[in-house]
């Protein structure tokens, strides 16, 4: 995911708030963190959307994830035992991988969703552009951080 040609960088106000989506907190919990009104943080998740080409909140986690505008969190987490079929719901959820790549019984009806939910769950998770993040601390999507190039300052 790239930035549309031309747009404005994320300030300081676009970052908190795109922390606060990571951590999965609500709109209305990040405008009483902030403190914000409900209809700036709104407005700022709208804006991040439109710079980084992201529609939706797992988007835009993954783009301010994987452009290097917002480390995952750090220490503390335990990685929850994972199995291949988690990993492959994850990649799908952000686009690293084709939904056709999934089992065909996860793309039937809702059991997506619902395979999304209870993976929530398990992992502790509050939304899924939260898991997104827990996923990305755990390095269980590597595409999603950004690696320091040897010799380059980080």
């Given at each position: 995911m790239t930035a549309p040609v031309g747009v404005r960088p994320l300030n300081p106000s676009h970052?908190?708030?795109g922390r606060m989506l990571l951590e999965g907190e609500t709109p209305a919990g990040t405008a009483r963190r902030l403190p914000m009104f409900i209809g700036t943080v709104r407005r700022r998740l709208t804006e991040i959307g439109?710079?980084?080409g992201a529609a939706t909140a797992v988007d835009r986690a993954v783009a301010l994830l994987a452009g290097g505008h917002l480390p995952p969190p750090s220490g503390g987490m335990l990685t929850p035992g994972l199995r291949s079929v988690d990993i492959a719901v994850l990649k799908v959820l952000t686009k690293l991988v084709p939904?056709?790549?999934?089992?065909?019984?996860?793309?039937a009806g809702d059991a997506f969703l619902t395979y999304l939910e209870k993976l929530c769950v398990r992992c502790g998770a509050r939304t899924d552009a939260h898991l997104?993040?827990?996923a990305a601390a755990?390095?269980?999507l590597p595409d999603l951080v950004p690696h320091p190039v040897p010799g380059e300052e980080q």
């Open positions: 970052l908190a708030v439109r710079r980084l939904e056709d790549t999934l089992a065909e019984d996860l793309r997104v993040t827990l755990w390095n269980l």
